[in-house]
């Protein structure tokens, strides 16, 4: 196996010689042969969130065009890992894709502007995390209610730690100063207020996010349903979203 995987990186670092040297279309379909498991990856995570009816292989055909894009800027000599820089401009477009055909309806983020607005007054006041009845209760609705209402919302939570945290930077442009601070300042607020998350799910946001593992994984881990670990998902980003919002507030 070992072997096999330098033989692998062997192959495709004389692929990329090859193809910054001639340019040759034969090159390049190779190392795009190579790395569309990479655009497989990306669009499955961000399908994750997305309604049914979202095509999987629309995605993967978006991401596809993002990597080509990768493939014809990407230069080795800036030090920069290509599958990094890759991913960054697979998710781009894919996202960028998703966005244009807008498919949240109008109902859904009116809804969401009001969820996250009621949890963040809510939690505010308690100075603490509220919890399901809590919230429930200042929505006005039941508890099965509210958990109805979670799963029409997830559509609305699309890699949203990602979304607060750019910190990639496109190869040939330089780094703003101002903006890479402001940008630390946010990951280190996120980072304090994951740890005031409800334990599950704060587990959620640290298994999807930084362990990288599918809705489905994480449900294995900690023996519950997709739904429900969909539910705290949710939730834990209207947290997130409610306290950035605050803090954003404070300083204008």
Known sequence: MKERHQNDTAEINR????FQQTKQIDSRDKIIEYYLPLVKLVAGRIAIGLPSHVDREDLVSNGFFGL???????????????????????????????????WVPATIRQKARQYEQTVAKLETDL????????????LGITLADMYNLL???????????????????????????SQYIEEEEVKAILAKN????????????SLYYHEELT??????????????????????????????????????
């Not at 692929?15 to 090859?18: P, S, T």
């Not at 100075?127 to 200042?138: F, L, Q, T």
């Open 215 to 252: 809705l489905k994984e994480i449900s294995r881990i900690m023996n519950l349903t997709e739904a429900r670990i969909s539910q705290l998902h949710t939730k834990a980003i209207f947290r997130l979203r409610g306290a950035l919002a605050r803090i954003k507030a404070a300083l204008l």
């Open 194 to 205: 994951i740890a005031k998350l409800p334990e599950k799910e704060k587990l959620v946001v």
């Open 15 to 18: 692929l990329w010689v090859e």
């Open 151 to 177: 799963t029409q919302l997830n559509a609305t939570t699309l890699i949203p730690l990602e979304e607060f945290t750019r910190t990639e930077t496109v190869i040939g442009q330089p780094v703003n100063p």
């Open 127 to 138: 100075g603490r995390s509220a919890s399901d009845a809590e919230i429930s209760e200042a």
């Open 68 to 102: 080509l894009d990768a493939i014809e800027r990407y230069d080795p000599m800036r030090g920069i890992k290509f599958e990094t820089y890759a991913v960054t401009r697979i998710r781009g477009a894919i996202l960028d894709a998703i966005r244009a055909q807008d």
